[in-house]
């Protein structure tokens, strides 16, 4: 029969402040599922590597003044010129590992003021995660963790903004974790919570598009 049940990698998106674990997150998260056997890969947002990541960069590192609505379709195109790839990755079996995505695009560019709509249809279109990891912590106590890096954006008051626009964007399908937690135990909840991901998109769990 025609039974549709394409087995497919998961698109895992993990979310959150300026130096909540994000990252290291992300290369725990990997060696692990690579150990188990798993095909996978790890991806950031903003991808540096292309032309459009190098204007990005190159704002972030206020080596560059840009309009706040062209900086956020800049981080949008970003996306965009990855989206190809990205499906076909997936449809491989490759599960996709992602720091930031459009979350990061509609959080960081609301708490400038920008409309939260307005900063949402971009996105329109692209690939939908199938989980969206918010690793929670305090603006304070990320800005305590030191080594801000003197980005941008990098600044407790800004980042305090964007944690409210956080909550506004979030919703129920979300897994939050406490990023206050030991390293190894926001590993092993963050690990649990992504095998169940990655089982039911390898049992063919239809790819999606944002805004669901
Ligand atoms: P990074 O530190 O994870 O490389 O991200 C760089 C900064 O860019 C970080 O402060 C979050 C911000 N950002 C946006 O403003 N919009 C976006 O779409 C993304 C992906 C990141």
Redesign the pocket.
Known sequence: GSKKCDSRGALIVLEGL?RCG??SQCSRLLSSLEKSGHAVESW???D?NTGVGQM?SSY?ANDSHLDDRAI?LL??A??WEKRSLMESKLRSGTTLIV????F??VA??SAKGLDMEWCKAPEIGLLAPDLVVYLEISPEQAAERGGYGG????KLEFQKRVAESYKTLRDATWKIIDATLPIEDVEKQLREIVMESVLTCGEGKPLSELWP
Do not use: A
């Open positions: 300026d994000k990252t950031r947002f903003p540096r990005i972030l956020h981080f949008s970003n996306r720091d930031r995505y459009s990061s695009g960081f560019s980005e941008r954006y990098e």
